[in-house]
């Protein structure tokens, strides 16, 4: 037997990529729908105060059990502003729209995260903006001002939800551009929980003066979907996130959010009963050309 044949061939190792782009794609999407489902029974700065502080009490509890804290002061303190952006920020504009618009429209609107992040991408982190890049941009935005319009026009979802709406994917926006600009070291999972205890801190004093905590109306419902915020979406998918940031960069990482959109409106068909006109499907193209060609990769030069 010949030494080539007596040695086993190396094992390929089993890629978790996809399935961390899966699971974080389906938490995220059915959060539109858990969130749409919780600012019905209660107002939506309470309810993210609520899940924020416990989310962050959670996380950042088991890690001083288990004596696991790995931040420095800088990383902390940049986890603490990116708390504010992708948590408090993001999420506050985000509900509080999410009580005039449908869960399909806030999801689609938020899945045009990866063109202004590949833009800004452009201007603040070096990478490199093409023609091809700046089409997608271009087809990106009409695709979602096609369908913003065509809600608009017929009544469905509010002008005041929209901008709400539109304010929160500026928010997360600036969120993935400041964790690829400041790179924080450490513990994504610590700093996940230093973001939303900071965020839960930010707006607990905001939620106590402006919403009625008499208006919250506990139910199974609310129960349920305060829950899945808690656990899927505040912990689970915000860690996958930035996992996927720090692995992918991020303008890879934000073309993920077009997945959004399709799962967004199926799981609001599905739980809500939220009606879905072909047009709405139809406008999702651009879009999806769009990112394409903003997250297509460059053919090497031979």
């Not at 190792?13 to 539109?32: D, E, H």
């Not at 989310?55 to 790995?70: F, K, N, Q």
């Not at 869960?103 to 609107?109: D, R, S, V």
């Not at 899945?228 to 303008?251: E, Q």
Request: proline content about 5%; some cysteine.
């Amino acid at each position: 037997m010949s030494l080539a044949t007596s040695i086993p061939a190396p094992r390929s190792r089993f890629s978790t990529l996809p399935l961390a782009i899966g699971l974080f794609c389906l938490l995220w999407s059915y959060a539109f729908v858990a969130g749409k489902i919780g600012v019905t029974h209660c107002p939506p700065l309470i309810l993210l105060a609520a899940r924020f502080s416990l989310a962050g009490i959670l996380i950042l509890g088991a890690t001083l059990i288990r004596g696991e804290w790995s931040l420095s002061w800088r990383d902390a303190l940049v986890f603490v502003v990116l708390g504010i952006a992708n948590n408090a920020l993001y999420l506050g504009l985000g509900y509080t729209g999410l009580q005039s618009v449908s869960a399909g429209l806030g999801g689609l609107i938020v899945s045009a995260n990866p063109v202004f992040t590949a833009a800004l991408a452009a201007l603040l982190l070096g990478e490199g903006m093409t023609w091809r890049k700046a089409s997608g941009l271009l087809l990106g935005i009409i695709g979602v001002t096609a369908i913003v319009w065509h809600r608009l026009s017929v009544g469905t979802d509010s002008l005041h939800g929209i901008v709400f709406t539109l304010a929160s994917l500026a928010s997360i926006v600036a969120g993935t551009i400041l964790f690829k600009l400041f790179a924080p070291k450490g513990s994504l999972w610590i700093g996940n929980g230093v973001q939303n205890l900071a965020a839960g801190i930010v707006l607990t004093p905001v939620a106590l003066t402006f919403a009625d905590v008499h208006a919250i109306d506990v139910t199974p419902s609310l129960i349920g979907a305060f829950a899945f915020l808690v656990l899927g979406g505040s912990i689970m998918a915000y860690w996958l996130w930035f996992h996927l940031l720090k692995v992918c960069g991020a303008t890879a990482a934000s073309a993920y959010h077009f997945l959004m959109p399709p799962l967004g409106m199926l799981f609001a068909f599905i739980v809500l009963g939220e009606h879905v006109e072909p047009r709405d499907l139809l406008g999702i193209i651009p879009v999806a050309l769009g990112i394409y060609l903003v997250t297509r990769p460059s053919k090497p030069v031979v």
